[in-house]
């Protein structure tokens, strides 16, 4: 320990015996300077390569260096733009190369599309029900007498008379009149196959849809003698299709068909009322086939190719941009990273992004070793924010290019979630420097615009300008709220004043505005949401405690707190007046007061295994020491730090508690049972010389290491301020008359012997610090020991009570009576 709480010092360490040649031999002090001198510069080359705190570092170091300098590389390398976005730059090709003309080949390939004749299937069931019902008319008219007998359906499907009966009459019995109708009706059929009757859907595809004047007609391919005969697919014009929903179009064509194939009167009455007696169509439209042919036809299309010279634009800002554009620009990319550098460009820009992220890292690897050596001081701290900081940059990286549109939501919260993580773990001078470094690295390698980064280090400045004292998971629930408002406010701003919207529309500018904001306040609540729900698993991983389980933890009903209420009363008391001493004292020099309240708390419940051997819950009665040797009596004093880790174990305290248990005696001495010890061994018989007593009390006096706590030394300010509390809070009870001054001496020979016996060596406390210390537990103990106002009735007895005073503190001046035992070491009766 030294002023500064970092150079070397030099103490003095003193050893005390006592030798007795006659009865008024003198006690002798030998009294030894240690002083601890500077090490060479090869011995302290030679202790730090020996450290292996180095080695993790270095390769903490070097990990870092080649994950983030390739994920920056890899980064750098692809297209960062989506369809859609408004550019904020003008982008020309770095390189020349041919390419294929997209949006030329795509018009070329819609024209053919568009040129394609559209396919009509033919509805051969309605085809051939119309000729079968032609063909068979004769034949069925001939079977009865007279019109009367037909049946009512076919009269009026066909629309019988009596002079048509009497026709289709003859044509029955006359072979050659039947001949002639079967060929008048085929060519009907063979009319009928080429002009196609279509609802009214149909029609309009037919005569609206596509360039090509003309529609295919395609027919069922019949199967004779177990083979399939082709039937060729027929082109007419589209003007030939008849729509059957337009009653005069269809009428009108119907009877030039019928005429046209040869029908003449009565008997094309009876064909012409057929054909419009509840028409059906013929032809359907065949929309699979149509789309197989026209994706046959665009396939057919040759690519338009083009020369891309150097230096040609490829997109302006304030375009929206559009998909040929982008094509263009991933192509010119490929082109310039296969083509476009030479291999010793390649290498010296591989160089320099590897160079840029080793100095970043040895900014970051700097900044921990000399502020914070939590991390710094343990392998495992090290390889934890190793792994989270790479962790933070490659998801940054990865969720930005997966959809660029999303680049806030995929940037700003990886990035201020690790904010919110180390603040948490550490401090919010931490979190600030190094997500502030990490933000710059993925800004490089992103290649974002100024106004991104600014938006990041506004996040990672509010979300740890909220995290100065969390104590209750509310804080992050407020946190995050604030957050998301900050990061959706300075996103509007920032697109409002940084984004070119001239040739943007008013909805494109709109959703170019609000799209970010809601990104960014979307990973506002992210972050708070993520953190919450991790944050048991960063105390474990960290191994930190953080103010939400300390809070916990120093609730009354706690398991362990209220066991050691039970079983020892006094021991709580007394844990509950050396919170109270050690938290003002923690505050006085910015240590963490909830820890030290909370530690103070936990530090004793190892003397709930045999609480009456402790002097503060014995109420009268023989003291169970008296029956015990010093040694056994020590086994038990010090048995209870012991006792305590393990029972902190077994509960689940963190190991911050943990420490407090089994460092806050340090390795002190146990004052008491050694004078007890040494009081023992040198009772002698008179009659015995002064030389047999002198060599046996050199033989039989206890060892002073054998009567010291096991340890460790306090490793904290927070637990060191324990320490001294604890003893302060012990002996001040001992006092006859606890004035100010008095206490005041007392806490400063405290605090001197301890610091004189090398307690405080292992914790970063300064003598200022210490001063400080001092000071508030001298004030906080003396509120604590105020003297009280008498008051009396009348007044004689208040100068009776006065009298009285006087003589007491008189008594009290004379004999005063001081103790520095703890609470640990039973004290005389009259203490």
Same mark, same amino acid.
């Given at each position: 320990?030294?002023?500064?709480?970092?150079?070397?010092?030099?103490?003095?360490?003193?050893?005390?015996?006592?030798?007795?040649?006659?009865?008024?031999?003198?006690?002798?002090?030998?009294?030894?300077?240690?002083?601890?001198?500077?090490?060479?510069?090869?011995?302290?080359?030679?202790?730090?390569?020996?450290?292996?705190?180095?080695?993790?570092?270095?390769?903490?170091?070097?990990?870092?260096?080649?994950?983030?300098?390739?994920?920056?590389?890899?980064?750098?390398?692809?297209?960062?733009?989506?369809?859609?976005?408004?550019?904020?730059?003008?982008?020309?090709?770095?390189?020349?190369?041919?390419?294929?003309?997209?949006?030329?080949?795509?018009?070329?390939?819609?024209?053919?599309?568009?040129?394609?004749?559209?396919?009509?299937?033919?509805?051969?069931?309605?085809?051939?029900?119309?000729?079968?019902?032609?063909?068979?008319?004769?034949?069925?008219?001939?079977?009865?007498?007279?019109?009367?007998?037909?049946?009512?359906?076919?009269?009026?499907?066909?629309?019988?008379?009596?002079?048509?009966?009497?026709?289709?009459?003859?044509?029955?019995?006359?072979?050659?009149?039947?001949?002639?109708?079967?060929?008048?009706?085929?060519?009907?059929?063979?009319?009928?196959?080429?002009?196609?009757?279509? *609802?009214?859907?149909?029609?309009?595809?037919?005569?609206?849809?596509?360039?090509?004047?003309?529609?295919?007609?395609?027919?069922?391919?019949?199967?004779?003698?177990?083979?399939?005969?082709?039937?060729?697919?027929?082109?007419?014009?589209?003007?030939?299709?008849?729509?059957?929903?337009?009653?005069?179009?269809?009428?009108?064509?119907?009877?030039?068909?019928?005429?046209?194939?040869?029908?003449?009167?009565?008997?094309?009455?009876?064909?012409? *009322?057929?054909?419009?007696?509840?028409?059906?169509?013929?032809?359907?439209?065949?929309?699979?086939?149509?789309?197989?042919?026209?994706?046959?036809?665009?396939?057919?299309?040759?690519?338009?190719?083009?020369?891309?010279?150097?230096?040609?634009?490829?997109?302006?800002?304030?375009?929206?941009?559009?998909?040929?554009?982008?094509?263009?620009?991933?192509?010119?990319?490929?082109?310039?990273?296969?083509?476009?550098?030479?291999?010793?460009?390649?290498?010296?820009?591989?160089?320099?992004?590897?160079?840029?992220?080793?100095?970043?890292?040895?900014?970051?690897?700097?900044?921990?070793?000399?502020?914070?050596?939590?991390?710094?001081?343990?392998?495992?701290?090290?390889?934890?924010?190793?792994?989270?900081?790479?962790?933070?940059?490659?998801?940054?990286?990865?969720?930005?290019?997966?959809?660029?549109?999303?680049?806030?939501?995929?940037?700003?919260?990886?990035?201020?979630?690790?904010?919110?993580?180390?603040?948490?773990?550490?401090?919010?001078?931490?979190?600030?420097?190094?997500?502030?470094?990490?933000?710059?690295?993925?800004?490089?390698?992103?290649?974002?615009?100024?106004?991104?980064?600014?938006?990041?280090?506004?996040?990672?400045?509010?979300?740890?300008?909220?995290?100065?004292?969390?104590?209750?998971?509310?804080?992050?629930?407020?946190?995050?709220?604030?957050?998301?408002?900050?990061?959706?406010?300075?996103?509007?701003?920032?697109?409002?004043?940084?984004?070119?919207?001239?040739?943007?529309?008013?909805?494109?500018?709109?959703?170019?505005?609000?799209?970010?904001?809601?990104?960014?306040?979307?990973?506002?609540?992210?972050?708070?949401?993520?953190?919450?729900?991790?944050?048991?698993?960063?105390?474990?991983?960290?191994?930190?405690?953080?103010?939400?389980?300390?809070?916990?933890?120093?609730?009354?009903?706690?398991?362990?707190?209220?066991?050691?209420?039970?079983?020892?009363?006094?021991?709580?008391?007394?844990?509950?007046?050396?919170?109270?001493?050690?938290?003002?004292?923690?505050?006085?020099?910015?240590?963490?007061?909830?820890?030290?309240?909370?530690?103070?708390?936990?530090?004793?419940?190892?003397?709930?295994?045999?609480?009456?051997?402790?002097?503060?819950?014995?109420?009268?009665?023989?003291?169970?020491?008296?029956?015990?040797?010093?040694?056994?009596?020590?086994?038990?004093?010090?048995?209870?730090?012991?006792?305590?880790?393990?029972?902190?174990?077994?509960?689940?305290?963190?190991?911050?508690?943990?420490?407090?248990?089994?460092?806050?005696?340090?390795?002190?001495?146990?004052?008491?049972f050694y004078r007890r010890a040494r009081e023992q061994a040198s009772q002698v018989d008179e009659s015995r010389s002064a030389e047999q007593i002198l060599q046996e009390a050199a033989d039989q006096l206890p060892d002073e290491v054998d009567y010291r706590y096991p340890g460790p030394k306090p490793q904290t300010k927070e637990v060191a301020i324990t320490m001294l509390a604890d003893a302060v809070e012990s002996a001040t009870r001992s006092l006859t008359d606890p004035t100010p001054a008095r206490i005041d001496a007392l806490v400063r020979s405290l605090a001197n012997k301890r610091l004189m016996d090398g307690q405080f060596d292992e914790c970063d406390l300064t003598f200022r610090e210490l001063s400080t210390i001092c000071e508030s537990i001298s004030k906080t103990v003396a509120s604590i020991y105020h003297g009280r106002i008498r008051y009396s009735s009348d007044e004689d007895d208040t100068q009776k009570t006065e009298s009285k005073t006087e003589s007491k503190e008189d008594s009290k001046t004379k004999k005063p009576e001081q103790s520095d035992n703890d609470s640990d070491t039973p004290p005389a009766r009259s203490a």
């Amino acid at each position: 320990m030294s002023k500064d709480g970092n150079k070397p010092s030099t103490k003095p360490a003193t050893r005390t015996g006592s030798k007795t040649g006659t009865k008024s031999t003198a006690k002798t002090t030998r009294r030894t300077v240690v002083r601890i001198e500077s090490k060479s510069l090869k011995q302290q080359l030679a202790d730090l390569i020996a450290n292996p705190t180095l080695f993790w570092g270095v390769l903490a170091y070097l990990l870092f260096v080649l994950v983030v300098g390739s994920t920056m590389i890899w980064t750098r390398g692809q297209t960062k733009i989506a369809v859609g976005q408004i550019m904020r730059e003008t982008r020309t090709s770095r390189v020349e190369f041919n390419t294929e003309d997209v949006q030329q080949t795509q018009m070329r390939q819609e024209a053919a599309r568009l040129n394609v004749p559209r396919v009509y299937s033919a509805d051969m069931p309605a085809l051939e029900e119309t000729v079968a019902d032609l063909m068979n008319l004769p034949k069925t008219l001939a079977g009865v007498g007279s019109l009367d007998e037909v049946s009512r359906d076919i009269r009026v499907r066909f629309g019988l008379s009596e002079e048509s009966f009497i026709a289709f009459g003859l044509i029955a019995n006359d072979e050659a009149r039947l001949e002639r109708w079967g060929k008048v009706v085929d060519s009907l059929n063979t009319i009928l196959r080429r002009r196609p009757l279509l *609802n009214r859907q149909s029609w309009q595809n037919a005569t609206q849809e596509g360039l090509n004047t003309q529609i295919e007609l395609r027919y069922p391919n019949p199967v004779i003698n177990e083979s399939v005969q082709q039937v060729p697919h027929q082109l007419i014009s589209r003007d030939d299709v008849i729509n059957i929903d337009k009653p005069d179009q269809l009428a009108a064509e119907i009877a030039r068909l019928v005429r046209i194939a040869g029908f003449v009167s009565p008997s094309a009455d009876v064909v012409r *009322n057929r054909l419009l007696k509840e028409p059906r169509p013929t032809f359907a439209f065949d929309d699979g086939a149509t789309a197989q042919e026209m994706d046959a036809a665009s396939d057919r299309i040759q690519p338009v190719r083009r020369t891309i010279t150097i230096g040609q634009r490829i997109y302006s800002r304030g375009d929206v941009l559009e998909q040929p554009a982008y094509a263009l620009a991933v192509r010119e990319n490929q082109e310039y990273k296969s083509n476009g550098v030479s291999l010793i460009r390649k290498s010296m820009r591989v160089i320099a992004n590897f160079g840029m992220v080793a100095a970043f890292g040895l900014l970051l690897g700097g900044y921990i070793t000399r502020y914070c050596p939590k991390i710094a001081s343990k392998p495992a701290r090290i390889g934890w924010m190793s792994g989270l900081v790479i962790t933070a940059i490659i998801s940054a990286c990865m969720l930005s290019l997966i959809d660029p549109r999303m680049i806030w939501l995929g940037s700003i919260t990886p990035i201020v979630l690790i904010a919110v993580l180390i603040t948490i773990a550490y401090d919010q001078r931490t979190g600030l420097a190094i997500t502030g470094v990490v933000a710059l690295i993925v800004a490089m390698s992103l290649q974002v615009h100024p106004g991104l980064l600014s938006i990041i280090l506004i996040g990672i400045a509010a979300a740890v300008a909220q995290l100065g004292d969390l104590r209750e998971r509310r804080t992050l629930i407020r946190m995050s709220f604030v957050l998301a408002f900050a990061l959706a406010i300075s996103s509007v701003m920032d697109q409002l004043i940084n984004l070119p919207t001239i040739g943007a529309s008013g909805a494109a500018f709109y959703s170019a505005v609000l799209g970010p904001a809601a990104q960014s306040f979307i990973a506002g609540l992210l972050v708070g949401g993520i953190a919450l729900f991790i944050l048991p698993f960063i105390e474990r991983m960290f191994d930190i405690t953080t103010g939400m389980t300390l809070i916990e933890l120093r609730d009354p009903k706690q398991p362990i707190l209220r066991e050691l209420q039970q079983r020892a009363p006094g021991t709580y008391n007394h844990s509950l007046n050396v919170a109270s001493i050690a938290e003002s004292a923690a505050e006085s020099i910015n240590a963490d007061t909830l820890l030290t309240y909370v530690g103070c708390l936990y530090h004793d419940i190892g003397k709930m295994n045999k609480p009456m051997y402790f002097i503060e819950n014995q109420s009268g009665g023989p003291n169970k020491h008296d029956k015990l040797t010093p040694a056994m009596s020590l086994l038990v004093i010090v048995g209870h730090v012991k006792d305590g880790v393990e029972m902190a174990r077994e509960h689940g305290l963190p190991k911050s508690l943990r420490h407090f248990i089994e460092a806050h005696h340090g390795t002190t001495l146990v004052e008491y049972f050694y004078r007890r010890a040494r009081e023992q061994a040198s009772q002698v018989d008179e009659s015995r010389s002064a030389e047999q007593i002198l060599q046996e009390a050199a033989d039989q006096l206890p060892d002073e290491v054998d009567y010291r706590y096991p340890g460790p030394k306090p490793q904290t300010k927070e637990v060191a301020i324990t320490m001294l509390a604890d003893a302060v809070e012990s002996a001040t009870r001992s006092l006859t008359d606890p004035t100010p001054a008095r206490i005041d001496a007392l806490v400063r020979s405290l605090a001197n012997k301890r610091l004189m016996d090398g307690q405080f060596d292992e914790c970063d406390l300064t003598f200022r610090e210490l001063s400080t210390i001092c000071e508030s537990i001298s004030k906080t103990v003396a509120s604590i020991y105020h003297g009280r106002i008498r008051y009396s009735s009348d007044e004689d007895d208040t100068q009776k009570t006065e009298s009285k005073t006087e003589s007491k503190e008189d008594s009290k001046t004379k004999k005063p009576e001081q103790s520095d035992n703890d609470s640990d070491t039973p004290p005389a009766r009259s203490a």
